[in-house]
């Protein structure tokens, strides 16, 4: 092998390396967008009549143990079933 390939052989080397750092460092930024997302939300609602009392509940919550991440608080999965005709076979 020649000068001038083993040349073209090293700088195609340092290049791959380049490229696997940059990916790498693309890889590592992408994750820390979801690290530094919102805990809180705002939801808002418009066209209420101004004299009603209106009010919210909470139906699922964070779950880190399952693969969708949440979970129904207690009593309201039946309800949910209930309400879509879905079953729990």
């Keep these: 092998m020649g000068e ?3 040349e073209k052989e090293r700088t195609s080397m340092k290049a791959k390396k380049v490229l ?5 460092s693309a890889m590592i930024m ?6 530094f ?15 009603a ?3 919210y509940l909470q139906v699922v919550e964070q ?3 399952s693969t969708i991440g ?3 608080v207690d009593g309201y999965a039946d309800e949910f079933m209930a309400a879509f005709n ?4």
């Design 20 to 24: 696997a750092m940059l990916m790498a």
């Design 86 to 89: 879905v079953n729990s076979d």
């Design 63 to 65: 779950d880190t143990t």
């Design 37 to 51: 997302a919102a805990d809180t939300a705002t939801i808002t609602v418009s066209g209420l009549d101004s004299n």
């Design 4 to 6: 001038p390939e083993k």
């Design 70 to 72: 949440w979970k129904f």
């Design 53 to 55: 009392t209106y009010k």
């Design 30 to 35: 992408g994750t820390t967008v979801t690290a």
